[in-house]
């Protein structure tokens, strides 16, 4: 017995390496070590000798050279002289634009989606079973093409608002459709506009203060402060009111129709409302079902003990089942949200400029330099998923239940 | 007390009183669409909605439908038929289906052995995700079927299949001979048994090239959905054991192996599919020794597979974690070692539950091999997008194409989706 | 001491591999097939049929190729590629030849490592616009949207030329012919530019091809021919002069109609007859047997018959000869002698 607990102390053979399980995971972890390194010695040679063969070298030098090529939707001063840095900086702020958009209306469209779904409406909760289910099960690269297709032939082209008669007029005459983009009013900042914007934050701290107060009254003396139509008040008032009082410091530039497009205001490209709508309709249908599948996990008890306290079934839903659902929904739509930024490089076949276009597109093709490109373009992405992935484990941590 | 009643209560009925009928409001389908449509007022307002949005969906889509040409030749012929009454062009699909199927170089008079495999597809599965159902030992058929499958669509010699699967079974029963003493003797020598198999093997399949021999065709001849199903097929099923693998080498106490693993799955997953489709395209022949030349649909499944794998290990390590620790004591305190708890105690049951989640993967993994047309390879919407739509016949034809593609991947996806639910349904039951 | 043994013996494995790659041809003998890289998808030039035949003017290349190599003008596997995945095929040996209406530039030739080894198309970039739209010029185009096909020196071109005119546009990339031509005819963009010959093969498929026109500005030089690697020489010479004979073939007005007779008994011309392999030994030279240009021209006939079968102007495509006529003829296709 007492040779197997306590093998004899300095007789070290080279079989314990395998049968002594103290020795054996070191045994384990050298192979492993060694294989891995084995590995990535083969491959690194290969790529040296293959790179040596074709006369090539490693360089980052290309990133700072003349790009050459233009850009159509540019969050930065860009034109083809700029670098192809900066270049892959406009593809980068192109990708967060889209991926923001998309996770913003996905998570509006998901949430809604699923509350229909459990909605008492025969008639609403089939069409969203309808909607949920036709979404998830078709790759979403042909939802982009397809909702890409159907802005192209469906809207009007600028050449539709021309003429005596024109085929298309504007929205109100503020806003155009069509199959570039949609054309809105640009804000244009006037003296004094500051001091309008200002006023705006300074409101939302108003709100934000107000909902502070009245969760510190409901706390302290038990006395329900109304918060909802006061925070919808000092949200538009204040600032139209200076903005009236200052003379409307802050205009709005319409799109107008010059030459071959509309000019002024701002244009949202066709690409990106494809790209953005795809996504964020694609992903909306998954975040649907892991929001019912949130609620649905809320035993029924706790809307009955609810009840049974005498709570009306909005603040029942506000206050018990909604805070409890998050922590379930939570998880999983930050994983969507990846997902979103992920997808967002299928960019590339609508031609909208994301990171994969510039850096991983056209900079690509025109410098040859794959391998450098192509693991820049992997690192972006790795370190915006590592980000995300890091904040939701904090809050991963923050919502855990504290067990005794 | 009774006797106080029989006095205080002047009339008692003796007889039951026949069930009334519920009034006409209350029953019926009346009261469905009550309950269900036109309960309150914004229920009204919503199935109100709810029917205008079905209407404005249902005008385009209807007349789309029935008013569509089957019977042209071109897109051409398909507007003149159609007159602008607002039909689809599906003679695009009547014209092209084989493509849109089978990819435009598979030869056409060998349809029939994709369309074989697709079927025994379906057998070979069947034991598998519905186990209670068949008996166990028809588990046979699924072992058989990817060597048929590969005799059936690559083609060639049946002896190559069939030593690949001799080598296979002989590393099996060596493995199964030599376990009971230790996994790592069953291991390697399995892996021994199934070389040296296919080592003499070689020596047949070399002399008899033309033994019942199937016409071949080379992996890039594959194309259209059958392109994705064989990506999605090969992929789900080499990514498992990988998975495997990959979820306890993270779940592992080695500090470098889990280190490994972690990095692994976490750079997988940070990156999108397209990026790593890229790097099979574009940058892996540099990472290879000079002179081979790996096929492009081989790179491809190597790295789709290593997509896959890692989030396949992602929900396998959520099986792992499930388990309750118990299940990992009992399993020490009978004595029995890493390999055999994990073999015997561990993975079984935390690969039950994985189940609805290692179909969730797999469905999505389905999907994504749409992203192949990216990089230039002739999957269905590949197809779509490069020869057909380039063709001066069918330039033009977006939606009937399209819509066929997606319909096809609906089938497919649903159908496995639904599957995921009953099963998920059918481990519930265990648990409450 | 294992470990750098087994090392060794992948490094010493590796190094054979490498040394026995460097040699194309051998390569292309023991495989029995040609791997040709070509395009996705542009009609004429090259496009699998219904039939899933590739067709096209730069497949034919490809074809003539394979006769002069292997004798057998199908034993070519075709590998379809896009703009971006080209380079790195040839590159990477995964293709032997791109014949992919790919433009020679400098920096292609010099600092990507290849070699063009001629021109089988001389194009020019150009406009495609609506006749309605009521332009004649490209300098007319200040602020319209243009579709540009990526992966092409043509992005870089329209930069360029819109820069030096000091002139505005919105430039929309799309990935592939069919959807650009799909956005342009929607009106999402005013003009749709890319090569010339491509705009022609484009215009064809059009359903009223006479309401587009091609503007008269070609606002850069495209000469389009098919590359190979760098360094291996042998294969480099096989490739460029089975483009010459070609090209030679025309200007002899050798056919594939007569190349078997011409071959069969061995005429009065000296210069077909060494072309034809019945005189001198060119075929030795470049390490094929001697009648390999007889059956490159068998393949699908000389420059001048490929050229109209695919894109001629008894074709959908109807591209004149222009500047890819011969020399004789007021183009600019000039072989150098075969002797």
């Known amino acids: 017995m007492s040779t197997l607990t306590d093998p004899q102390q300095g007789s070290f053979r080279l079989s314990m390496l395998l049968s002594d399980t103290r020795y054996r995971s070191y045994t384990f972890q050298f192979i492993a070590l060694v294989a891995l390194i084995v590995a990535m010695a083969f491959l690194g040679l290969n790529l040296v000798r293959n790179l040596a063969a074709q006369g090539l070298d490693i360089s980052y030098d290309f990133l700072s050279s003349a790009s050459g090529y233009d850009i159509n939707?540019?969050?930065?001063?860009?034109?083809?002289?700029?670098?192809?840095?900066?270049?892959?900086?406009?593809?980068?702020?192109?990708?967060?634009?889209?991926?923001?958009?998309?996770?913003?209306?996905?998570?509006?469209?998901?949430?809604?989606?699923?509350?229909?779904?459990?909605?008492?409406?025969?008639?609403?909760?089939?069409?969203?079973?309808?909607?949920?289910?036709?979404?998830?099960?078709?790759?979403?690269?042909?939802?982009?093409?397809?909702?890409?297709?159907?802005?192209?032939?469906?809207?009007?082209?600028?050449?539709?608002?021309?003429?005596?008669?024109?085929?298309?007029?504007?929205?109100?005459?503020?806003v155009a459709f069509t199959n570039r983009g949609v054309y809105i009013p640009a804000p244009v900042m006037g003296p004094g506009a500051w001091i309008v914007i200002l006023t705006f934050v300074a409101s939302i701290l108003g709100i934000f203060a107000l909902r502070k107060y009245a969760m510190k009254t409901l706390f302290d003396t038990g006395r329900i402060v109304p918060t909802f139509w006061p925070s919808v008040a000092l949200f538009f008032l204040p600032t139209l009111l200076v903005h009236f009082i200052l003379g409307r410091p802050i205009g709005l530039e319409y799109p107008e129709l010059r030459g071959f497009n509309f000019q002024d205001g701002i244009q949202i490209r066709g690409s990106l409302i494809a790209l953005w709508f795809a996504l964020a309709i694609y992903t909306g249908a998954f975040i649907a079902e892991n929001v019912r599948a949130g609620i649905q996990a809320i035993s029924k008890g706790q809307t009955e003990a609810a009840g049974a306290l005498g709570l009306r079934p909005n603040r029942i839903m506000s206050l018990v089942i909604l805070p409890q659902a998050l922590r379930v929904i939570i998880p999983p739509l930050v994983s969507q949200y990846l997902n979103i930024t992920k997808n967002s490089s299928l960019a590339i076949a609508v031609g909208y400029m994301d990171v994969t276009g510039t850096l991983g597109g056209i900079t690509l093709n025109q410098t040859g330099r794959a391998i450098e490109s192509v693991l820049l373009l992997m690192l972006f992405y790795l370190v915006i998923s590592l980000s995300i992935s890091t904040i939701m484990n904090i809050y991963n941590n923050s919502v855990k239940l504290k067990e005794r | 007390m009774s006797d106080m009643h029989s006095h205080s209560v002047g009339f008692v009925r003796d007889s039951v009183i026949p069930p009334a009928p519920p009034p006409a409001l209350e029953s019926g389908i009346v009261k469905w669409m009550r309950t269900n449509l036109f309960a309150g007022w914004s229920n009204t307002l919503l199935t109100l909605v709810a029917l205008y949005a079905l209407y404005l969906v249902l005008s385009v889509l209807v007349p789309w439908i029935t008013n569509g040409v089957w019977n042209a030749s071109n897109i051409r012929e398909c507007r003149e038929i159609m007159q602008g009454s607002g039909g689809g062009c599906f003679a695009v699909i009547a014209d092209r289906w084989q493509q849109l199927i089978f990819g435009f170089q598979y030869p056409e008079e060998s349809y029939w052995r994709p369309s074989l495999a697709f079927i025994l597809l379906f057998i070979a599965v069947a034991p598998l995700l519905f186990s209670k159902i068949f008996p166990r030992n028809l588990l046979i058929l699924t072992a058989v079927y990817p060597f048929l499958a590969f005799y059936l669509i690559w083609g060639g010699s049946i002896l190559i299949p069939i030593m690949a699967m001799v080598g296979f079974g002989a590393g099996y029963l060596v493995y199964s001979k030599l376990v009971t003493n230790s996994f790592a003797a069953g291991f390697f020598g399995g892996v021994a048994a199934a070389v040296v198999v296919w080592y003499l093997g070689g020596f047949i399949t070399g002399a008899m090239p033309g033994f019942l021999a199937l016409e071949p065709v080379a992996s890039r001849d594959m194309g259209g959905f059958m392109l994705n199903m064989i990506l999605g097929v090969i992929c789900v099923s080499l990514s498992l054991p990988f998975g495997i693998?990959?979820?306890?080498?993270?779940?592992?106490?080695?500090?470098?192996?889990?280190?490994?693993?972690?990095?692994?799955?976490?750079?997988?997953?940070?990156?999108?599919?397209?990026?790593?489709?890229?790097?099979?395209?574009?940058?892996?022949?540099?990472?290879?020794?000079?002179?081979?030349?790996?096929?492009?649909?081989?790179?491809?499944?190597?790295?789709?597979?290593?997509?896959?794998?890692?989030?396949?290990?992602?929900?396998?390590?959520?099986?792992?974690?499930?388990?309750?620790?118990?299940?990992?004591?009992a399993a020490n305190s009978l004595g029995l070692d890493y390999t055999q708890s994990m073999r015997l105690i561990i993975l079984p049951q935390a690969l039950k539950i994985s189940i609805p989640g290692i179909v969730n993967v797999a469905v999505g993994l389905f999907k994504d091999t749409t992203l192949v047309s990216v990089i230039s390879m002739f999957d269905i919407v590949g197809l779509i997008r490069g020869p057909i739509l380039a063709s001066t016949d069918w330039n033009g034809v977006y939606w009937e194409l399209f819509g066929f593609a997606a319909l096809l991947f609906f089938i497919v996806c649903y159908g496995i989706s639904q599957y995921s639910q009953w099963l998920e349904r059918q481990l519930a039951t265990d648990h409450r | 001491m294992k470990k750098s043994v087994f090392l060794g013996a992948l490094t010493v494995s590796s190094l054979l591999a490498g040394a026995a790659a460097a040699a194309t041809l051998d390569d292309v003998k023991a495989r029995g097939t040609l791997n040709c890289g070509v395009v996705t998808g542009l009609a004429g030039f090259g496009a699998p049929d219904a039939n899933g035949r590739w067709e096209g003017f730069d497949v034919s290349y490809c074809r003539a190729v394979a006769a002069a190599v292997l004798g057998d003008p199908e034993a070519v596997e075709f590998i379809p590629t896009t703009g971006k995945t080209r380079f790195t095929a040839l590159a990477s040996g995964?293709?032997?030849?791109?014949?992919?209406?790919?433009?020679?530039?400098?920096?292609?030739?010099?600092?990507?490592?290849?070699?063009?080894?001629?021109?089988?198309?001389?194009?020019?970039?150009?406009?495609?616009?609506?006749?309605?739209?009521?332009?004649?010029?490209?300098?007319?185009l200040d602020g319209a949207t243009v579709c540009i096909q990526t992966g092409t020196t043509t992005e870089l071109n329209l930069a360029d030329f819109f820069r030096a005119n000091n002139i505005s546009y919105e430039p929309v990339p799309i990935e592939t012919n069919a959807e650009a031509i799909q956005q342009y005819l929607a009106g999402a963009c005013d003009t749709y530019t890319t090569d010339a010959s491509g705009l022609a093969a484009t215009r064809a498929t059009f359903e009223a091809p006479g309401d587009h026109v091609v503007l008269p500005e070609i606002i850069s030089k495209e000469p389009l021919g098919p590359l190979v690697r760098h360094g291996d020489n042998e294969w480099g010479d096989i490739a460029r002069w089975t483009l010459n004979a070609l090209i030679t073939a025309e200007e002899l007005g050798i056919t594939s109609a007569n190349v078997a007779d011409m071959a069969g008994t061995p005429g009065t011309n000296p210069e077909i007859n060494r072309l034809l392999g019945t005189e001198g030994e060119l075929g030795a030279m470049i390490g094929l047997e001697s009648d390999w240009a007889k059956n490159a021209i068998a393949a699908s006939g000389n420059y001048g018959e490929i050229f109209e079968k695919n894109i001629g102007e008894n074709t959908p495509i109807g591209i004149a000869r222009g500047l890819n006529a011969q020399w004789t003829n007021g183009g600019l296709l000039y072989a150098p002698p075969f002797r």
């Not at chain 1, 082209?157 to 298309?168: I, K, L, M, Q, V």
């Not at chain 2, 892996?284 to 890692?310: C, E, H, K, N, Q």
């Open chain 2, 245 to 329: 693998l990959l979820a306890l080498g993270r779940q592992s106490d080695l500090p470098v192996v889990k280190g490994i693993c972690v990095v692994f799955i976490e750079f997988v997953r940070g990156v999108p599919l397209i990026t790593l489709l890229f790097v099979a395209n574009v940058v892996l022949a540099y990472f290879l020794p000079p002179g081979t030349s790996f096929d492009l649909i081989l790179r491809v499944i190597i790295m789709i597979t290593l997509f896959a794998s890692a989030y396949i290990a992602e929900v396998i390590r959520g099986g792992l974690a499930a388990l309750p620790k118990g299940q990992y004591e």
């Open chain 3, 94 to 140: 995964e293709i032997d030849v791109l014949a992919r209406n790919t433009t020679w530039t400098f920096s292609r030739d010099t600092d990507l490592k290849f070699d063009f080894i001629g021109v089988n198309y001389y194009d020019g970039q150009g406009f495609l616009v609506p006749k309605g739209l009521g332009v004649t010029s490209a300098k007319d």
């Open chain 1, 73 to 174: 939707q540019r969050p930065i001063e860009y034109d083809s002289q700029s670098t192809h840095l900066r270049a892959a900086v406009v593809g980068i702020l192109n990708t967060l634009i889209v991926a923001v958009l998309a996770c913003v209306t996905a998570t509006i469209i998901g949430v809604f989606a699923g509350v229909m779904r459990l909605s008492n409406n025969w008639l609403v909760r089939k069409i969203m079973a309808v909607y949920v289910e036709a979404f998830r099960n078709v790759p979403v690269l042909i939802w982009i093409l397809i909702i890409f297709s159907i802005m192209t032939v469906s809207l009007p082209a600028p050449s539709a608002f021309r003429g005596e008669t024109p085929t298309s007029t504007m929205f109100l005459d503020t």
